[in-house]
């Protein structure tokens, strides 16, 4: 081995350095609040405490706001701002979880997305009668995520016998890859028209693609995927996770399958993007090949960035600014000109906040926090991260 | 690998392709020379912008996604200058040297401040690409801009044998796109630039401690990679007609031509590029809806079999 490749070696993690500086701002926020707890030495049951040790009140807040938003707000602002943010959001969080913990930034999630939403379409009910199998929906969307998942995984397979930027090019050529796979083909995808009239289904006499009930619903998964990877990567496998992000070499030192981490980490992301993809075609009510084109595939990466990695709450940030942007550059700028603003506001996080909103926040937080603060988090740290 | 390995897999993969072969002959023997001509004129394309994009990779680990935005941009100014002077050759220059400058100025005032942090500038060029396009779509419209080859290299070459005729311009690629490597191989093993860009590739570091401006090196590198992708932008501009879009399918073109041929080696970006614009051109004329699998098909073998590319070295 050549000194060069020693020194490349030692220093895999040099590019990952500024991670944990970040994280100990990050989890200033976790460790703010050490009020005593009520609970201590008292027989109140064991999940009262549980709760009170890890809600705080702007988790009720967010949750309370996000509950009575539909209510608040008129249907194009439930469905075309809320609904198609927490969407989004679900499938960026899959970008999150793989970039930000796995430190495999994939181009393909939106493809996963789309295979599911491709699926969907066509075991279930569309436009096109001569391709749709028109299956009940309990078939249809188990059997669709199901592939997105095997996928997912055979896409995860292919892109981590390589590293870091490698990933990034081997997912953006299979997601155009797949893009014109559809395109192209009239069989099964339907080519450039794609799937149209794919309605989410009426269940227990609510037909969930009206504005109130598609939130709820979108709401609901949302939530599920964000704790899903809150737990996740406070798992074995999740820390493991991160520790191959910051050092494979290392981790394979130790012991660890480095290939199997990551590989399963993309089944977990695919299954988040899945759920989201099934999501975003019932909102769309359609699936083109324009839907996993690359547009869209450096879309999610846009939401994923801007709103910051270190956090699964960062997609959805990300999204709703994504989302907001799109509905209202028009009135700004003219409407073809979203992609400038969009790609000039992605370049100005990417060049000068390189953790997105969060990381913006996180900033802010410590400019105006004093030194006292500061030193207890430091000495609070190992503490926070057990 | 033992030798029966190496044979049965030349076999299992090269055997398929030999009985195509031998049956597309037989079958219409135009047909197939025809297209193996389009599939290599392609590739020669291909390499010229895809010899660019390993090149800057090669040296500073830095995937340019902009790489096809400089592409386009190179087409429309050449596009641009050919329509006022009516000359193609200078043309050929403004598309070089306006994407050179392009590229020298994303690698001076942004990449010279991140270095090493792949991920990074990664995400920069795909903001980049993304402004670039839309400024691009802005200035010069959704409609499709053809350049007309030059006088010279206008209209067909008749009485070739087997084909009868094929157009001047598409065969002149291939001793243009071959030219090209060359120089670009004098360029790198004979100069003294070049041999610092070897150098770089092989240990910035040490380069860098034996005192060489390794960040004027860089900048050249960059400069003559995106001088590449917009040298390619004019030439294809006559072959594939530029509109937005394009963009896209020559980064996708050049993703694939790098890591089937390896990165940062010229000789496996003109491989990949061969195997590529061949296996495209084929698709197309044999088993239209299925093309593109065929370039996934072979994107998979590669990754299977040979993870860092046919002629990868380890990083």
């Known amino acids: 081995m050549s000194a060069a490749q020693w020194r490349k070696a030692m220093n895999t993690g040099a590019a990952t350095q500024a991670w944990p500086r970040q994280r100990r701002v990050a989890t200033a926020t976790v460790a703010t609040a050490p009020a005593p707890s009520p609970y201590a030495g008292s027989d109140a049951p064991a999940w009262l405490e549980w709760l009170w040790e890890r809600v705080a009140a702007r988790h009720v807040f967010v949750l309370a706001f996000l509950v009575i938003y539909p209510l608040l707000a008129t249907p194009f602002f439930t469905f075309q701002i809320g609904a198609q943010s927490l969407a989004l959001g679900l499938i960026a969080l899959s970008l999150t979880f793989l970039g930000g913990y796995g430190g495999m930034i994939s181009l393909a999630q939106m493809t996963v997305a789309g295979i599911a939403g491709y699926m969907v379409a066509i075991f279930g009910v569309s436009g096109t009668a001569e391709i749709s199998l028109g299956w009940p929906w309990w078939v249809v969307v188990p059997l669709a995520i199901v592939i997105a998942v095997v996928c997912a995984t055979f896409i995860g397979w292919l892109s981590v016998r390589t590293e870091g930027i490698y990933t990034i090019m081997i997912t953006l050529a299979i997601g155009v890859a797949f893009h014109y796979l559809a395109l192209q083909n009239y069989s099964v995808f339907n080519g450039f028209q794609g799937l149209q009239k794919v309605y989410a289904p009426t269940v227990l006499g609510v037909n969930w693609g009206e504005p109130l009930p598609f939130y709820y619903l979108a709401l609901f998964w949302s939530l599920a995927g964000y704790f899903l990877v809150k737990y996740l990567i406070r798992t074995p496998f999740g820390i493991a996770l991160q520790g191959i992000r910051d050092n494979p070499r290392r981790m394979n030192a130790l012991g660890f399958n480095v290939t199997a981490h990551r590989v399963a980490a993309y089944a977990v992301a695919g299954l988040i993007a899945a759920v989201g993809g099934v999501l975003f075609v019932w909102y769309n009510a359609l699936i083109t090949p324009g839907s996993v084109g690359t547009y869209w595939l450096i879309n999610i990466l846009i939401i994923a960035v801007l709103g910051g990695m270190r956090h699964p709450i960062g997609p959805f940030l990300g999204a709703i600014v994504f989302v907001l942007v799109q509905n209202f550059a028009i009135d700004v700028f003219a409407r073809e000109r979203f992609n400038l603003v969009i790609g000039g506001v992605f370049l100005a996080i990417v060049l000068f906040s390189p953790d997105g909103l969060l990381g913006l926040w996180a900033r802010l937080r410590a400019r105006f926090e004093n030194a006292d603060a500061r030193s207890r988090i430091s000495t609070q740290r190992p503490a926070s991260r057990a | ?315």
Do not use: C
């Open chain 2, 1 to 315: 690998m033992s030798r029966f390995w190496k044979w049965f897999w030349w076999i299992v993969i090269g055997g398929p392709i030999a009985v195509f072969a031998v049956w597309a002959v037989a079958d219409n023997t135009r047909l197939f020379f025809v297209t193996l001509l389009n599939g290599l004129t392609l590739a020669s394309l291909y390499f010229i912008v895809a010899a660019g994009f390993t090149l800057v990779f090669g040296l500073m680990r830095n995937v340019n996604l902009a790489h096809g935005s400089l592409y386009l941009l190179g087409g429309y100014l050449g596009y641009v200058v050919a329509e006022h002077t009516g000359w193609w050759l200078p043309a050929l220059a403004v598309g070089f040297v306006a994407a050179a400058i392009v590229g020298l100025a994303m690698q001076v005032s942004i990449f010279r401040f991140m270095q090493g942090e792949d991920l990074r500038q990664t995400m920069v060029t795909i903001g980049l690409s993304i402004v670039i396009a839309d400024i691009l779509l802005w200035v010069f419209g959704g409609m499709v801009h053809q350049l007309s080859p030059p006088a010279w290299l206008d209209g067909p070459l008749r009485g070739l044998p087997v084909i009868n005729a094929y157009s001047t311009y598409r065969l002149a690629l291939l001793p243009l796109g071959i030219a090209i490597g060359v120089l670009l191989w004098l360029f790198l093993n004979r100069t003294r630039v070049g041999m610092l860009i070897r150098a770089g590739v092989d240990d910035r570091a040490m380069l860098s401690a034996s005192g060489v401006n390794v960040n004027l090196v860089f900048a050249i590198t960059f400069a003559i990679g995106a001088g590449l992708a917009g040298f390619g932008g004019v030439v294809g501009a006559v072959e594939l007609s530029m509109v937005p879009g394009e963009d896209v399918r020559l980064l996708l073109a050049s993703l694939v031509v790098v890591i089937v041929g390896g990165m940062g080696s010229v000789v496996g970006a003109a491989i990949g590029a061969a195997i590529l614009g061949v296996a495209e051109t084929f698709g197309l004329a044999y088993a239209p809806t299925y093309s593109v699998v065929f370039t996934f098909v072979i994107l998979v073998l590669v990754l299977a079999f040979r993870p860092r590319g046919i002629l990868g070295r380890p990083a």
